[in-house]
């Protein structure tokens, strides 16, 4: 029982975004109501739609505001009429640097068999988490373009880490696998962290990364080592997910490693993310995008972004809420009313599916 109460920024986004953040905020105030915390959502307008209106993406003051919050609940943002990459760096990017959220945490759960497209693979063989390090690398912001418009053109995006960003993301992750890997959690023999890189080709960039996972890993000696190229990783999760416990990764291979993760665990109407501070501002998020096409159709599946709300009760402290919610969507998932994950395939509406997830609580 915990009588905190927690102010929460919600930044519903564009397109589904608010829809389903609506719905996971139905979950959260339910299981608030048996566990006696008490949240203040603070809504905050930002997202495509007030940038046309008004040219902001991410007002100062609003800023300043969301650095004093306990966390900050997001939707999804980018919109078809705006130019990618104003949203995307002005708001989303953004808000993971200034708030130094360098952990996006993405854990990849099947519930269902029936869910994933891979043959034979069920919740047993998907069931690992990936830590990708959320501040550095390709989406650092460095490089340029110079002599442009002629054939001399010159077009340079640099990855860059430092060893105090590549020091601390694997700290996380050995910690993360001590405490969540399969011994933890009394379904394997032993916590396996696995570092997914491209050390054949990247061989600056590896020489750090590898040789600071060796140095962290001597003090982790329950934690196993591995080290997989990101090529194979992508083979070897559609092949034998059950291989993977814990996986820590550089932020672009981790962009895109988690989207394949998020299909084989139903799609992306399931996979939820945090992108966590774990000494500030946390941001938690459905890894889902905008879907524009689904927009106002009440077809969208929330069951992403109510993840993501268990999520971040956890990371508040409120472990047991957590679990209830996650325990309701197993439930609900088993009852067999919701049909499918992906938009429309549901057999409920998103409201229906909130409802039950609330009701089940
Ligand atoms: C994600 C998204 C973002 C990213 C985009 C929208 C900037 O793809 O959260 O995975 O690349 O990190
Ligand atoms: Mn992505």
Redesign the pocket.
Known sequence: MSNKNYKIAVLGGDGTGPEVVREGIKVVDAVSKSSGFKIEWVNYDLGGERYMRTGDVLPESALAELRKVDSIYLGA??HPDVKPGIL??GL??KL?FELDQYI?LRPVKLYREQDCPIKEKGPKEIDYCVI?E?SGGL?SGIGGISRQGTTDEVAQQNMLYTYDQVHRCLKYAFEYARKNGRKARGIGKENTLALVGKSNVLTYMYELWNRVFAELGAEYPDVKREYYHVDATCLYMVTCPEMFDVIVTE??F??II??LAAMTQGGLGIAA?G?INPRGVSMF?P?G?TAPQWTGKNQINPLAAIGAGAMMLDALGEKDSAEKIEASIVKSLNSGKIKGLAAGKMGLSTTEVGDLIANNI
């Open positions: 943002v980018g995307e760096k989303l990017l993971r996006n990708r959320n989406y932020n672009m981790g962009d988690t989207d993310g992108n998020e890894i995008g």
